[in-house]
């Protein structure tokens, strides 16, 4: 079975800091391609950011290139979500999902970005 | 980057009745689209794949159809647990991206 078990969140300050990691189980984590999805509370889904199996390739949405750098470890099978220059607009709960077309999620971490 | 739209934004709906949510792309995706449900409170599930193909688990009364820049998801008979938002994503071109959402409740 597939877990996906994300951690890290938390309150922080406009232009800080945090990390995000997600840890994966039931399946062979550095075969598969991994994604986060953020959803502002009572909003819709919002595509953030996606790693290949390997590390070697990363894309990003437009609204955090140049803050957010994904990463992973496949001898820990886990995934990281570096988050610097935080908005209040990044509040928000962080799902880590499998695969480029999502097929398992995890429970997501709430990160809230207020002073 | 590639918009996405889904019709209705919201919508009303009876146990029994046969619902079909309409999600459109700027540009032509192929069958390079998904479509995710979530319930009040929960994770999204993946419900199809390939516009078409459905997950394992889910109940035959979701289908998915389309292809190039329309595509369909239909519930053929609204069941109490289908109550939900659901979600289009585009898996064609990066930056990804998700469909506003289609709010299903009961009438």
């Known amino acids: 079975e597939v877990q996906l078990s994300e951690s890290g969140g938390g309150l922080v300050q406009p232009g800080g800091s945090l990390r995000l990691s997600c840890a994966a189980s039931?399946?062979?984590?550095?075969?598969?391609?991994m994604t986060w999805v953020r959803q502002t509370p009572g909003k819709g889904l919002e595509w953030v950011s996606l790693i290949s199996s390997s590390g070697a390739n990363t894309y990003y949405a437009d609204s955090v290139k140049g803050r957010f750098t994904v990463s992973r470890d496949n001898s820990k099978n886990i995934l990281y979500m570096q988050m610097n220059s935080l908005r209040a607009e990044d509040t928000a709960v962080y799902f880590c999902?499998?695969?480029?077309?999502?097929?398992?999620w995890g429970q997501g971490t709430l990160v809230t970005v207020s002073s | 980057d590639i918009q996405m739209t889904q019709s209705p934004s919201a919508m009303s709906a009876s146990v029994g009745d046969r619902v079909t949510i309409t999600c459109r792309t700027s540009q032509a995706i192929s069958t390079s689209l998904a479509w995710f449900q979530q319930r009040p409170g929960k994770v999204p599930q993946r419900l199809i794949n390939h516009a078409s193909s459905l997950q394992s688990g889910v109940p035959s009364r979701f289908s998915g159809s389309g292809s190039g820049t329309e595509f369909t998801l239909t519930i053929s008979s609204l069941q109490p647990e289908d109550f939900a938002t659901y979600y289009c994503?585009?898996?064609?071109?990066?930056?990804?991206?998700f469909g506003p959402g289609t709010k299903v409740d009961i009438k």
């Open positions: 039931g399946f062979t984590f550095s075969f598969a391609a």
């Open positions: 999902a499998k695969d480029m077309q999502l097929s398992d």
């Open positions: 994503l585009q898996y064609s071109t990066y930056p990804f991206t």
